[in-house]
Structures are given as structure tokens and as C-alpha cells.
């Protein structure tokens, strides 16, 4: 049956919607059987699709990078141990990994598509891991990125020492566990898209992060929004997405 | 003690950073004893204080908004009963109120002050209030909005029937209750910031929306932020400060 | 652009899959602005388009009804009110109120769709009004229903002594609020799938219907799923699919 | 048996430690029946027994008031309606109602018993029930006390306005909903103790207070304890403990 | 098919155990259609069947106790309001309301069926509606019971006042809300069982009692067991189990 | 006693039921101490008692593992680790492990008995032990399965590309973590029941699975029923119940 | 000051009761600084003092157990791991160690100090390290005990076989894990107090035991208490006053 | 731009308030990038800044601790494992650490500024480690401690032990975990301020701690505060400044 009849099928009524549908699904699909690579994801959302490896074996990562690779695609490894590491780089010569960030990457070419910078803002030491993420991710979607890190609220001078650099930033991620507050105060200072990241840092009533994923979702500062606890990768998605804009 | 002084006596150590700054803050604020309206807040972020009337008492919203518009601030109260509408107009002649966002508004001007639209969609008819907060405060902001309502994916063909709409649109607004699949099925297929607001329609496990609401967080689809549960007034808020961008 | 012009433009790349696929969405919709009825639900699940009232106001649901009514779609509105149903009553002069499921419903004809009957057994008096919403589903949905109430495991011979009621039914829906057990006991002594609603029926560490839900998602006889609190259309709804098989 | 006898038999082992120790309970309690009034409480620790009038009937809060009354002891009543007033008002005549702090209070003399005064420091208008219920206290309890309201982190210049009432206060009542970030802007820059009490004002994932309790239970600024959501009355029982050190 | 019949199928294998059983189940059921009364769980279980009126309409309720009072049972029901007593008055003459527990009651005679009297231990005045609720269950079942109210730890002094009382129970309930803290003093104090019953009592972070009930659950004194929050009937039943044992 | 003594005793009132019944209950247990095995589940419910191996020791999976075998019943152990397959494999020489669904399964004959197949959807790659373990239970209960994996809605073409698949199955399972998305759309589009499973694949406000679980408890698709957080065993229960209709 | 000065000065009003209380306490402690032993807890409770192993160190537990045994005292440790079993043996010769219940007992003397025996029933094999150590403890105190193990509902027949064991019993213990709903079966079947200990055996929505907890606290059988989720030592302690009254 | 330049373009409007700050703020600031120190916090706030191991590794605790010593700032690393306090050892060489506590603490000179001392009070052996924690800390911030262990109210008598270290005490902290009933039972005795430590110690319904946080916060006693779960050094904190006040 070709598209033609397809259609006509589903004119006429012979054929259901999703039925003519799956005759048009092939493309953008790499199909390994254990995973479905939907190597249109760029193409159909500005952003490509990323390899979130916990959950995963090594093995079912090593594949996927290898086939990505070979396909010409570049890869973005999120939540990666050093094992898996190792198992990559055997495929993808070329590949880097941040051992803070969890990250491993491997970019062809690099570019700065964006109309501004990101700027990514951490409220202590402890939430690096989180920021860094983001920073890895924002840049291998060609952002330029700059870091304001340890200027929690509980030394509120230490954020105005860098106010510059986040006036100036296109859209912000404001990385903090805890309470969280930082989320607020910077979105009560600025007229740019605030995009805050609760972590998991903290311990006690902070329950791996729900208190600062409460604080931020109800920030008294308007203009904020908020992603998953420690999701720093979801966090520079958007932000790349706002600076393309 | 002139500004000068505070400025020697910092330098010398005499007096503290925050205590300096206490002679500089007087600037922006209406003092009503009981609130202090921030009039600098759309200078410093794009968004003018607004007033969240629940909480409050009918007299409280009746000065605050009788002050503003004596300030000739423009005014938009949120979570408004009919009755504070009433108390309002009593000051504010051309406040006008929509009953299904319960919102007060009162604009000297309209204008449109967005590079694009920002488009609203919305799961269920049920879903509708929290819809039209967004659609009243992104209006309010200056901002063109097309709406998009009861889509939701139990029959997904009525979201593609107006998808021209939401692919079109510089930055979308995803309303919805029960599990709130709506955001991952959209930000799926656009390349466009999707903010989602999960709402509290629904039963039983919904847990007046904490079920959207994890649902939102999780998305698969990752260029997807969310604000609180039937924060339309939020959404808009940061919708605004994209679509301005 | 005719339906040929799409296709080719979609096979050329010019057109992505989505924005195809919006020419063709329009079938199966009757759009109200604030709603757009799934008129090919049924043709496509099985299960028609209800009318969860809900968050809708009463005006909302009036227009809806009417509007199934004169296109000769049959109505079925869950969670309505009395003042509701007189609304309705005023459009579609047919419609039947069971004030205890609260329930609308309207049908053109009774029949039996299914290949056996389903059972709907509730542990106490007190969860009747989900039980009766499960009962007048599955009864719109053309099933044959029989009905085993109060027979709770505080007194389980209750439960015996309509076995055979249960034992023969095609599937099983078991309301129980509390701690739900009659689901667990009823699973563990039939060779038939149960449907279980856990309902808001108790007090205290009940949680509104958490308590039920827990138990019955813990269940220790393995042939049981489970739908959301006080869900019995929902129940019912996978009922009447199962005994349509 | 007197009380030498009791003794005597405590220490010869005849008689248990609380069977001794109920021969000498009998003093500082005024038995009701229904309710026994600890009138030894504020010599023992400070703070005199308060009525918490929720869940208690009219006309239990009256007949314990009056007996207070009768008794020559102050009277100080939270959470009371409009309606217990009254009937207090009927049998205490000096009683006053602050009907945003829903309390009833009657004392018969002035006094400042404190070392320095108490600020109370509230976030927004809807936060002002709470902070009056701790301010009608710390005044009930003899304490100077001066207020700082509606100066949440949306706008933090609005703070530093006030900065002189909150950094000469001996110890400092934050009251905030929403994310409760203000405890720790305030903690992080002031030497005093710093009481939080997180209100349940706010919406959808605030979860009635949830959201600014954990949040200050997490606060990163180091000072900072917290006591329970609402619970301006606590707050100024500790802050008044604290100022009279 | 007769009982001997059954028996000889089931020996056979021809019978399966439940089906047999379901031919022995008749007796000890009073078939109301929408209620099944257990007439024979006082005979089993040494408690009698008691009518839960919370989530039965008026009339069911009515219905159930007439039913009851014509077969020559005593009736008992809890959580009813002035509305259902009333109702179940016109057809129960000597049916007896406790206001403020709640319960309605009827019995032929009163009796003492227990081997010593059982205590009720309450922490607060707003505590007394679950207190009662448990004094009319335990008397209802035929007990002994005295009563120690407005006891709280806040005022340890007032326990002791009434110790002799508490010590020579043979079982002992306390029922307290907020904290909870009751049931761990008495329960280190006493070498009787005692049965805690959390109260929904208190605010914010109490959650509708379950502070009280974690904290009672996690009782550092060993002899303590838990109900229900506000479940006094349910403390009752078990008291007066262990005082007949 | 005979079985005729003990009805008898029955039928005269000296014997209470229970206690009749528990001369009848000897048959269908394998009695092993620290276990009974079911032997007559299978028969009654249609599905026979499996091992389910977290919280038991090595040595007693084991001992019941050679016991079944003994006695000629097919194993199928789930949660099983690699170690405890070695301890089965040593009584139980033709048992087999599947190390990505943690199950160990022994069969004498392979049969299709269903009257259709069952389709096993899952999201993502990292879902696939959860799908796994549905896999080899419906097969063990002898029946036939197609599996498609990797088709969250992310990409959702991919689920399109599958789609005759899902369609001609006679109940399908659907496989989800996250915010579990797929359950609805799929039940969005299909005629047959649909039993989702949520798993904890996630992190962060995921909360090990509660999210997903949440999201299928209120999936706005009507023929959706939900099973335990990774229990992708209960649901090849009830889909084997229902293909085997 | 001797205790005739102390009573003085308290009947004087120069002494508060708890300082005049502070010098009679010494009697009923053996002080080890980081431990104080109440050696008065069985004269006082009924039960003595048994120590929790659980974050205390190995070092803690060998000296506290050193400490009783040189005091005679007879020695419980429960949550104790092979370890401190080791480390306690080498200073108590003759303690032993049961490890599927971890505990560690040493008695001088074995005694039957109940009026009848304790029954301890578990639902399923895996929840037998709970109920062994309910148990332990209850042999402990000086109670006989019966087991019935491995009867859960999804087999109800099971329950039935060893019926005489539970009917016969003076109290019973009910250990379960998943839903729990062995509780409220065993609840409604018998005439004894039922006390119900959840396990946190099972996985997903059982979130560590809240499940069966839940279902416990909301038995709709009325002779149920509950102890704290895997307490099968709190069962044990309040079965045993139960049994000796 | 000098600072009087600043000031001018503030007053003239052409600076931000914020803006104008970012110049003021590089004081008190030791910028390591990863890490900014605030070197200003115990001047501001009269606590220092302190390094929170947990989330940090070793060599970031390492290098910050590294430049405190050679700052001549005192050094409180809390939450360090032995391994961090091996590396912080290397580079100061004073340091000391405290197994139990989990802390490192070098200090040049050991001073009192308090008024009196602080009370640490803990209810079990196994709450120690949190004990601890505030015990180290209070040292380091310069108060003369004293502690009263293992006084849980099961054995009250325990508690009056040692109560003249308790009253005489200028402030309290009480440490508990299980139901915390130790911080109602100290507060409704003193006239001190009591800070509540929840500890994580428990199982089961404990809830890492939520028990005994929710007991504390619900407090019947009125002058009790409560820090985070497992806090000992936030109470040490609170406790530190009252105790200078």
C-alpha cells in the first residue's frame, strides 16, 4: 500500500487515523529491538536525543552510543558512571567524560547557536554535581554558558558580587537544595526567565529534595519555573530552547 | 546622616553593608502599613506587583487596588470572589472581572509588547479556570494569546485539529489536571518552551493535583518547566518574559 | 492545500509528520470552543464520550448534553449534581437521574453487548454510591450487571452466601473503602479478573481512600488491578471491555 | 496519710514513686471536670495556661474563661470566633477581640517585662492572621513588640526599608507562607535568634503550609528554629522565654 | 441440593470448598438489600454488629435500626448527627443521643460483664468528643469505665492528681491529639495494656492527627498499641475484649 | 469426627462455622513449616502460587523450589538473584534465569491456551526488567506475547510505527516510569483493556515510582486499570485471566 | 538535705515539685553515662528493659549487656546483628542468638507467668523474621506461644487448617506485610484481642510498610490494634500484659 | 567607578539599587570558584561559616578547609567521614575529630561568651551522634555545655535524675527520636527556651525522623522550637546566640 492508498483508504473511511498513521512512522527511527534511537528528536523539538543512562546496563549504553556514532549523531550521556565510561569510549574514540556532571560527551563541531548566554547560578558547593549537568548540557546544545556558584542566600553579598554576569545572561538556572531560596531572590531581582533546579542536597525534612522543589514551585517571585529535583539536564533543555528563541 | 556619610562610614567599616543600604531603600515602595506595594517591581523584572486577593480581606484588595489606581498603576488582582470585584469597582470605575479566572483587571492601555504569541492549551473543559487566569495575565502583560482548550490525549486527534495554532507560538502554556500527559505528548513535537500547569481537577489519587504535578516534573519530553498547581497567573508571568525576550 | 498536495509535501520533507497529519484531524470532533466532544471515541475505544461534570459549571455541562442529544449521541454524566440534573432535564427530556451514583443518563435503547454479566460487590452500605456509579456504567455501556452489597470481611460468611452470583460473573468489580481487603479475599478464591475500587469511605489514617487504594495496589492475590478512589466508571468502563472480549 | 507518712513509705519501699507523687499534685490545678487548669503553669515555666479555643464548644470557653475570671488569673484565647467572644464578653466584660488574630484577651495591668523588644516580620498581607496571633501574645506575655510587614523576597528592598526595627529587636518572629524564604534572608544577616513560622497561605503544592515549613526546617542560614504551621502563638511563648533572659 | 448431598460433592471433588460453603452461609444474616446485618457477630467475635452512620444516608440508617430494634437487638451508632437521631428516634423510642460523641444508643439492660473497670484517658478538653465516643462504646459493651480528662504532659501534675484511678484499670485508653506524647507517659508508668487513640486534634503540621498517630506508633514505652485516628470505638472494642478475658 | 459429624454439629448449632471449615481445609496445602505451599491455587484461581523470592533467604527458595518440584508443579520464582538461581538450579536441574527480569522458571510443557495474545508496551529501554517479568509470566501461564519497547511519547511516532501490534492484541500491558504518559495515549486509542504498570524508573519527584503510579491512576483514558510499582507479574496475571476469557 | 527537708520546703512553697521530685529519683538507675539502665521497668511496666540495638554501637550494646548481666539482670537485644551477637556473647557466656529474628536473649530461668498462650500468625514466609521476633520476645517475658505461619488471604483455606491454634489462643498476634488484610480476617473471625504488626515486606506502593499499616489501622473488624510497622517486639510486649491479666 | 560615583548615578536613577550593590559586595567574600567563603558571616551573623561535609568531596572540604587555616579562620567541618577528616589533617594540623559527632573542629583558643550554659539533653543511647553534634558545635561557638543522656520518658524518673543540670540550664536543647515526647515533657517543666532535635532513630512509622519532627512541632508545651531532623548543629547554633543574648 502506498501513501497514495493510504490516504485514499482514510478519505473514504476504510482506514482509521492511527492506522494510516503507522504507515508513516518508519522515519526517524532507528530500531535496536531493546530501544527505538527517534533520530528526528532534533529535527521535530531543537532538541536531539540524549542517552539518560541510569536504569540502563552498561552493555545497552555501549550499543546506543556506538550506533549513534556510526550513524553520525552526536551523543549526550546523562547520569553516566566511570564503568560506563570506559564501555563507551571503546566505541566512541573521541568521547569526554565530567566526572562531576556525570556526563560523558562527544561533539563533532563546536557552535554557539544562541542569542545570549545561559547563566547557571548555584547555591553551595554540594550542588555542583546539578549545576554541572546543566552546564554540560546546555553547551553540547551550543549555548554559551557562564557559572555564579556557592552564593546561597545565607550570605546574600556573595550573589551581588557577580550581579553582572546574571543581569546579563538571556535566561538563568538557578541550581539550590535545602530551602531553596535562591530561586526566589534572584527571580525577584531580574526580567529574565528564571528556570530553577531543586536538589536533593540536604538531609532531615528535606526528603532528597522535596522542600527545595516545594520552595521553588511556590516562589513568591513570579517569573519562575521549575523542572525535576536534581535535573539539571531538563533545566538547560528549556534554557536552550529560550535562548534560541 | 546624608548619603555621603552612609557611603564614608561603610568604607571606614563603621557601618555595615545592610545598614548602609537601609538609608538607600526607600525608593519603589507604597507604604500602607499592613502591605507595601513594590512600585519598582516591573521596572526591576517586567512583571508589576499584582495582588493575590486570597488570603486577604475584601477591605484589604479594596485599598491596596484603590491605591494603585490613584498611583495610576495599572491593576490586576488574581483569586478573586464576585464580592471583592464589587468592593473593587467601587474604586476603580473601569475594573472589569472574569468570573471563570476569577481575575480583576484594570488596563489604562492595551498594547502588545511580545515578539510572538504565547499559546494556552488546555486538557479539559473542567480545566478552564486555570486556562483563563493565564490567558487574563498574559493580556494583562501585553501579550497576544490564541487559545487551544479541551485537547486532551484521551483523543489526541483534537489536538492535532488545531496544532497549527500551537506550533506557530513563541512559547506555550500547557493546562492540565488529572495525569497531565497533555505536556509530555506536546513537548514531544514542538521546538518551543512548553511551561506546564498542572491543575487540581480530578479524584481520589490526584491528590488536588499533586498527580499533574509529578506527572509534569517527569517528563519525558525535556524541554518542559512547571510552576505550581493552577498557577495560570505564574505561567503567564514567565510566558510573558519569553515572549518579550 | 487538498489532501494530495499534503501527502506529497510530506514525502518530499517539506511537511512534517505532525503538521500533516493536522489536515486530517478534523473528523470525530464537535467543537464548542470551551469543548470539543470525541464523537468517534466509542468507534475507536469502545467507550463513548462521558461527561464528567465535576469543575464544569452547570451551564457547561447543559450545552454539552444538548448538543450529544441532537446529534442522537446517547449521554452519560457522572459526578452531577441535582441542580445539574434539572439543567439537563430542561434539553434532553429522557435523561434518568440516579441520585445516590449521581449519575445522568440517557439512553435510546437498552441492550446486551457482552459475552457474560459483571458483578459489582462492595464491602459496606456506605460505598454504595460508587458501587451504583460502576452499576449504571456498565449498564450504558450494554452490560448485564448483578450486584452483591455489604458483604465486608468483618463478617465474611456475608460473603458466601452469594457466591454464586460472583463465582459466575465474566469479571468482578469489588468496591471497598477502609482497608480494602474484600478485594485480596475475592481474588484469592476466583479464576475471573477483579477490578478493584478503593473508596473514600473511613476516617483518620484512611486518607480519603489512600488506605483501600494501598491495600488493593498491595494485593497479595495476583489476579487484581486496580482504578483510581472512588472511580467506579473507570471500573466499569475496563469491566465492560473485558466482558465485550 | 499525711504527707510525712507517704514519705515514709516511699522510702521504705511500700509505696511507688507516682502513688507518692499523687498525694502532691492536688496543688495548681483547677478541676472542671471537663478541663483542668494548670494555674501553676506560669510560675513553672514561664507561660500561663492560654485556651485553645478550636475544638472546644462555646460553652466550654466560656465557663473557662469565667472561672480564670472568678479566679483573678489573665486571660488570653486563640483561635477563636466572633461568636466565643461574645459569649466570653458576657461573663468577662473587659474582654477584647482582634479579629484578625482571632483572639480574646483580658488583662488586668500593662507591663514590659522583656529585656528589649520582639519584631515581628511577615512576608505578605495574607500572612498578617498569623503574625497578629504571635504579636496579641508577646503583648499578652508582656513584651514590647514592633512589626515589619509585607516585605517578602519579591521585592527585598522593601526589607532593607525596615532594616533598623528588625537588627535592634532582641529576637526576631518571621512569619511567611508560599516558600518561606524570608527565615533565611533574615537569618543570614541579623546576630539574633531567629523564630520561623511557616503559614499555610498559597495554593496547589504549598500543601497547607507543607511547602515554607520544610522550607525553613532546611533553612541554610544557621539560626534559625521553627515551631508549627500558623503557630503564631508559640513563636512569641519562645520569643518571650528568649527576651526576658 | 442438602447438606448432605453438598457434602458428599465436595468429598468427591465435584464441589469446590467455597461453593460448598455458600450453601452454609444463610445463617446469621439479616438480608436488607442494601445492607446485610451480621446477627451473629457478637456470637463470634464477642463484639455486636454497630451501625458506622458516616456515609449512610439518613434513611439507611433508619432503616437499619428499625430492622434491629425488631428483631430484639441493642443498637449502637457512632459519627451520627442530631438529623440521624431524630430519625432513628421515631422508630427507636428509648434510642439515647451522646451530643458530643456523636453515638446513639439503645440497649434492654445494663450490665457488667468485665473483670475490672476501664480507663479513659484524655490529654485535652478538645479531645472529649473521641474520649466519649470511646466511654459510650465500652459501657455499651457491657463495661465499667472511668474517666481522667484534660490530662495533657503540658501540666504533668494533673496526671498524677488522678493516678489511683489510671493504676488500678485493667486496661487503659488514651486518647490525646497534637503531639501524642500521653500514651508514652502512661504507657511508662503502668504495667496494664494500654490502647492509644490519636486524635485529629491540633493544626498545621499535625495533619489531621497523623502527628499524633506516628508518634504513638513509635512509642518508646513497649506496652503500647494503636487505632485509628479518632477511632474511640474501635479503642473501646479492644478494651473490652482484654476486660473480659 | 467424619465429615457427616462435623455437619451435623453444624446443622445443631454445636459447631460454629469456622470451625467446621477447618476440618475441610486440609486439602490443596503442602505444608512445610516456614511455608504452605498453595497447591490448589492454580485450580481455584486460575493461576498457580509463584515464589516470590525478595524477603525470604536463599536456602528457603530452595527448599520450596525442590518441593514444587518434587511434587511435579512448575516454578516460576520471581525478584530472584543470580545466587539464588544457583541454589534452585542444584534441586531444580532444567530451571532457567532471566537475568534482566530476575525471574527463574521451570516448565515441563509449553502451551498457548490464550485466545489471543498479550501485548507488552514499555516506554523506555531502562523499563525493561518491569516488562521482562510481565513477559515471562504470561508466557509461564502459557501465553502468547509480543512485546514493543522504547515507544514513550517523547518520540511518539515510534509507538505509531508498532502500531498493529497493540491493536490486535487481546489486552495490553503497558510498561511506564517517569510521568508514565503512554498508558493514556494508548488507552486513548485502543478497544481492548489496557493494565498499566508504573515503574521507578525516574529520579527526584519521581519518588520511586509514585509518580507514574499517580499519573495511570488518573489517566483520562476510561479503560485503564493499574497494577503495583514494578509489578509487571500481577499484571501477566490479569491479562492472562482476561486472554484466557 | 535530707527527704523530711525536701518535703518541708515543697509544702513551703520554697521548692517546686520536680526539684523536690529530683531528689527522690536516684533509686531504679544504673548510670553509665552514655546509658542509663532503668532497672525499675519491670517492677514499674510489667516489662523490663530491653535493649535496641539499632544505631547504637557494638561497643554500647557489649557493655550495656556486661552491665545487666553482672547485675542479674536477664537480657533482651533485639535488631541486633551477628556482630554484636559475638561482642555480647564474649562478656555473657551463655546468650544466644536467633537470627532470623535478631535477637540476642540470655535468661537464668524459663517460666510460664500467662494465664494462656499467645499466638503469633504471619501472612507469608518472608514476614517471618518479624514475627520471630515477636516470638523471642514473648517467650522472653515469660509467655507460652503457638505459631501459625504462611496463612495469608490469597489462600484463606490455609487459615482455616490450623483454626483450633488461633481460637484457643488468649491473644493473638497477626504479622503481615503487602495489604494486611490478614488483620481484619483474624479480626473478624475470633473473640480475642487482635493485635496486628505490618511488615514491610513487599515493594512499590507499600512504600516500606505504610501499606499494611494503613490497612491495619483501618480493619473494618473492630478488635484490631496496631504496633509500629516490623514491631514484632511492641506486639510481643503488649500481648504479654494482655495474657498475664 | 569609585564608590562616590556609584552613589551619584544611584541617587540620579542611572544605577539599580542592585546594580549599585554588586560593587559593595566583594568584601568578606574568599572566592575558590567552586567555593565562595563567607569570611564576613561570624561578624554578621555571630556564626561562622562552617563546612558541611555531606555532598562535598574530599578534596573540595580539603582545599576550603586548607584556606581557612591559612586565613586564620577556626574551622567546624560537620558530617565528615573519617577519610575527609584524614585529608583535612594533612593540611591543618591541630584538627580534631569526634567519631561519634562526625565532626572536625580546629580552634586557636578556647573561650566562654556565654551568659550560662546550654543543656543538651538526649532521650536514647542511640540519639547520641546527634547529641554530639550540638555538643561540638556549641564548644566551638563558645559555650560552656553540659549533657544529660538516655532519659527517655518511658523511664520519666530518669529525666528528674539529673534535673538540676537542666533547670539551671539558660537554654535547652533536647534531642529524641521515636515519638520525641522528651521536648513536651522538658518544655511543659521549664521556664528556659527548649530547641527540639527530631532524630532519624526508629523504624517503621518513624519515617527517618518525620515522627518525632511532626511530635515536636505539634508540642503541646508552648515555648518549644524545633530544627531539622538530625540538626544538632543548627540547634547548637539557635542555642548559641540565645545564650549570648
Excluded at 68 to 88: N, S
Excluded at 142 to 169: M, P, Q, S
Aim: net charge negative.
Amino acid at each position: 500500500m502506498d501513501h497514495r492508498d493510504i490516504l485514499e483508504k482514510y478519505k473514504s473511511g476504510e482506514l482509521e487515523l492511527v492506522d494510516a498513521l503507522s504507515h508513516f512512522a518508519k522515519k526517524g527511527i532507528e530500531d535496536m529491538g531493546f530501544a527505538n534511537i527517534d533520530t528526528d528528536r532534533f529535527h521535530r523539538t531543537g532538541l536531539p536525543e540524549v542517552i539518560y543512562s541510569s536504569g540502563k546496563t552498561t552493555e545497552q549504553v555501549r550499543l546506543i552510543a556506538e550506533r549513534m556514532y556510526l550513524k553520525g549523531i552526536d551523543i549526550l550521556a546523562t547520569r553516566a558512571t566511570e564503568e560506563v565510561f570506559e564501555a563507551v569510549k571503546s566505541v566512541v574514540p573521541g568521547a569526554i567524560y565530567n566526572a562531576l556532571a556525570r556526563t560523558i560527551s562527544y561533539k563533532r563541531q563546536e557552535r554557539d547557536d544562541g542569542k545570549g548566554y545561559i547563566a547557571v547560578v548555584s547555591a553551595g558547593t554540594s550542588d555542583l554535581p546539578v549545576a554541572e549537568e546543566a552546564v554540560e548540557t546546555a553547551r553540547f546544545l551550543n549555548n554559551r554558558v557562564e557559572t555564579v556558584y556557592d552564593v546561597g542566600v545565607a550570605g546574600i553579598h556573595r550573589l551581588f558580587n557577580k550581579w553582572e554576569i546574571i543581569r546579563n545572561a538571556r535566561v538563568i538556572i538557578v541550581v539550590a537544595g535545602m530551602e531553596g531560596a535562591l530561586a526566589s531572590v534572584v527571580g525577584g531581582l531580574v526580567d529574565k526567565p528564571v528556570i530553577g533546579v531543586p536538589t536533593s542536597i540536604g538531609y532531615g525534612a528535606n526528603f532528597q529534595g522535596l522542600s527545595a522543589l516545594l520552595s521553588m514551585l511556590n516562589s513568591c517571585a513570579s517569573g519562575v519555573s521549575v523542572v525535576n529535583i536534581d535535573n539539571g539536564f531538563g533545566a538547560a533543555c528549556q534554557a536552550s530552547l529560550i535562548n534560541k528563541l
